[in-house]
């Protein structure tokens, strides 16, 4: 058993359900201080974040990632323990197998590899480690970005291990990812008896034609980087449950995932223009989860991109699809920052797995990106 896989196994072993680290911080750091790093441990309300380094010269070369993994869901519908690994016909399951335990334990077995091997490297390695990515994000390394921007540190390049291969392992790397700004929408109206639609005013049919115009919208065309904007109504409720009563009003969450063609000024202004074009009475709060990101291809990209081509000869897609990811933060930086990780065809399903040859695929990539960059 490799070395990786092995730590793959102690981390899923343990119950981190967001935003419980249960422990795995405390392995991963005891690790990385053997090897020389200084261990500083960031706790926030009641996340765990870990920020280690080695080094005290440019350039900081940082892996990121988070221990923390979404709930397992129906337990009779997993094969084995969601928490306790288990390895079948060359796959290894569990919760967090693939989102993204494997991904941190590849950045730990390649950091002691590489500085066994360069002990006198150039520049700095980090590593940014957080129990909120799967939560609300706000706590972690959102909070560790601030504080490290306050002291007046830096990271110049990061690489995400999320998973972010789609079929077979390093068939992608992400170099940014969309924005993503949701609404809490209240459709107000009149409640009233159904066989006298004149005395109430139904809130559904009033915002029907609006809904019609922001879900057939083409938004924007994205551009070579991004794909087009998206409109989506993640929940809708109406209704008292009773045949006969018009409700009186209507509640929908709806979320945008949105490119940098758009602002989130200009989205919110073309939303409220239509409701108020189709005369919907409504109140309307907005939350942005995240604002995109992008790294634009240069020195992080082609010495990740090398390095996937040397282990598996082939070059990878560079994308910006998929949700959010804590890369937005450390973006904020000025850091160029991709995500390199195990295939994601599994990731908050029950039964989650990842390929037990992509997570020793995965620790070789990145130690050749630590010597194209660093050695």
Same mark, same amino acid.
């Given at each position: ?9 102690? @981390? *899923? ?5 967001? +935003?419980?680290?249960? &422990?795995?911080?405390? #392995?991963?750091?005891?690790? !990385?201080? =053997? ?92 590593? @940014? *480690? ?5 939560? +609300?994000?706000?706590? &972690?390394?959102?909070? #560790?970005?601030?504080?490290? !921007?306050? =002291? ?93 009563? *018009? ?13 940098? #063609? ?114």
């Amino acid at each position: 058993m490799s070395p990786t896989l092995a730590l793959t196994l102690d @981390l *899923i072993g343990r119950p981190s359900v967001t +935003p419980a680290d249960e &422990g795995c911080q405390d #392995v991963m750091a005891a690790r !990385l201080e =053997r090897l020389g790093f200084q261990i500083e441990r960031l706790r926030f309300g009641s996340v765990e974040n870990l920020w280690a380094r080695r080094g005290v010269q440019g350039p900081v070369f940082c892996f990121a990632g988070h221990t923390d993994v979404v709930p397992p869901g129906p337990l009779e519908e997993w094969q084995s323990d969601p928490f306790r690994p288990a390895l079948r016909d060359g796959m290894l399951y569990g919760r967090g197998a693939a989102d993204m335990k494997s991904g941190l334990a590849a950045m730990i077995t390649a950091t002691e590899e590489f500085v066994t091997s360069h002990p006198g490297h150039r520049g700095t390695i980090a590593c @940014l *480690i957080t129990s909120d990515e799967e939560g +609300p994000s706000v706590d &972690g390394t959102k909070k #560790v970005v601030e504080t490290l !921007l306050a =002291r007046g540190e830096r990271i110049d390049m990061c690489v995400v291990g999320e998973p972010s291969s789609e079929r077979e392992i390093g068939d992608m790397v992400k170099i940014g990812r969309r924005g993503s700004l949701s609404g809490r929408l209240t459709v107000h109206g009149v409640q009233g008896h159904i066989a006298y639609p004149q005395l109430a005013e139904n809130p559904v049919h009033t915002f029907a034609p609006a809904l019609a115009e922001l879900t057939s919208r083409r938004w924007d065309e994205g551009n070579e980087h991004f794909q087009p904007t998206s409109f989506q109504i993640s929940n809708f409720n109406a209704g008292t449950g009773a045949p006969n009563v *018009i409700p009186g009003e209507l509640k929908a969450r709806f979320n945008l995932r949105y490119s940098p #063609v758009q602002s989130i000024e200009q989205l919110k202004e073309t939303v409220e223009s239509i409701l108020k074009r189709h005369k919907v009475r409504y109140t309307l709060e907005w939350y942005l989860s995240g604002e995109p990101f992008f790294t634009p291809p240069g020195r992080l990209s082609t010495a990740v991109c090398d390095a996937v081509e040397a282990v598996t000869g082939r070059a990878p897609a560079l994308s910006t699809s998929g949700g959010t990811s804590d890369g937005r933060f450390i973006a904020r930086m000025g850091a160029e920052v991709v995500e390199l990780g195990v295939v994601n065809r599994t990731i908050h399903k029950v039964n989650e797995c990842v390929g037990v040859a992509e997570i020793d695929a995965l620790h070789r990539m990145y130690v050749q990106a630590l010597r194209n960059l660093l050695g």
